[in-house]
């Protein structure tokens, strides 16, 4: 991969950040691709990679180009553009009524007990999901995940309705995230506005400081079955070559006058060491030395 002095930008990498650029709609493209501060605290430099981009000013920041463009399964980050599927098709209406849970333990605390969709984004109650997917049903999942152009855009055949996101063969890379994501944050997909912003309301994680919220959502691969069970020691559920990836994806927004909004995509290794905490703390440490984080307030 070549290197321009000058300016700064990979060649390869630039190419395909520019198939992967905003759309029309957004108020900025990729300009330019740059080593990101702060890389040497990822907790692996070749099983992980971060991606951040400066909304107003279109600069990428990156930690491993190779892997920034690799696609993982998306599994619990798919809650994001699935809540835009299951509110545009009605099949979610009120995100805070509770969903009933059948009473049998799914291995996590948090999701054995009745779940609104609104508690679900932030547990990453898989079964709620799973159910939503169900009344969804195979064609119109399709449909609306290529619309959306999500990743590879594959869900498989009808059999993989409940696990397409948590094993494949649905995948997504660290680019493709911050492409949907920024779409996203501009209400700018093709998907009803009130319905983005609607979804980007159950997104909110923290405040940042004055004016500044974070926006996101975590993941994991993890062998979960398609009636919601984490089973740790079944090794059948994932396929044997597949990754165990960890996610964190989302934007900081604030205002233009604070440096602007940031979008960031990170995912890991899972079975490098104390890869789980990573997802967030790393992410977070990592946009500070890019001074797009000042501080991490209360929700």
């Known amino acids: 991969m070549s290197f321009n002095p000058k300016t700064g930008i990979r060649a390869g990498f630039a190419l395909l950040a520019i198939a992967l650029s905003f759309s029309t709609s957004l108020r900025a493209e990729v300009v330019s691709i740059e080593d990101a501060r702060g890389c040497e605290q990822l907790v692996d430099s070749e099983r992980s990679t971060f991606v951040m981009v400066e909304i107003d000013t279109g600069r990428m920041f990156v930690c491993n180009e190779q892997r920034a463009s690799e696609r993982f399964f ?25 969903l009933p849970w059948d009473g049998r333990p799914r ?14 984004i932030t547990s990453s109650t898989v079964w709620v999901f799973q159910d939503i997917a169900e009344r969804i049903g195979h064609a119109r999942e399709l449909e609306a995940v290529q619309r959306l152009q999500y990743g590879n855009a594959d869900i ?21 995230q911050i492409s949907f994501l920024s779409q996203l944050r501009e209400r700018a997909l093709d ?91 790393v992410t977070y440490a990592i946009l500070a030395e890019n001074d797009a984080l000042n501080e991490i307030g209360s929700n």
Not at 214 to 232: C, E, M, Q, R
Not at 244 to 252: A, H, I, K, L, P
């Open 74 to 98: 998306p599994a619990s980050t798919f809650k994001i553009p699935h809540t835009l599927i299951a509110l545009e098709s009605g099949e979610s209406v009120d995100v805070h009524a509770a």
């Open 156 to 176: 498989g055949d009808e059999s993989r309705l409940r696990s397409f996101w948590l094993s494949g063969p649905l995948e997504i890379s660290a680019l493709e």
């Open 191 to 281: 998907v009803d506005p009130d319905v983005q912003m609607r979804t980007i309301d159950l997104l909110s994680m923290q405040e940042c400081g004055r004016d500044c919220m974070i926006y996101g959502k975590t993941g994991a691969v993890l062998p979960i079955d398609n009636d919601g069970f984490l089973l740790s020691n079944d090794d059948s559920i994932l396929p044997p070559d597949a990754e165990r990836t960890g996610w964190f994806v989302g934007w900081v927004e604030r205002p233009s006058n604070d440096g602007g909004p940031v979008v960031f995509a990170h995912n890991l290794d899972l079975s490098l060491p104390g890869a789980m905490a990573a997802r967030i703390e």
């Open 107 to 120: 291995g996590v605390g948090s999701w054995d007990q009745d779940t609104s969709l609104s508690d679900a």
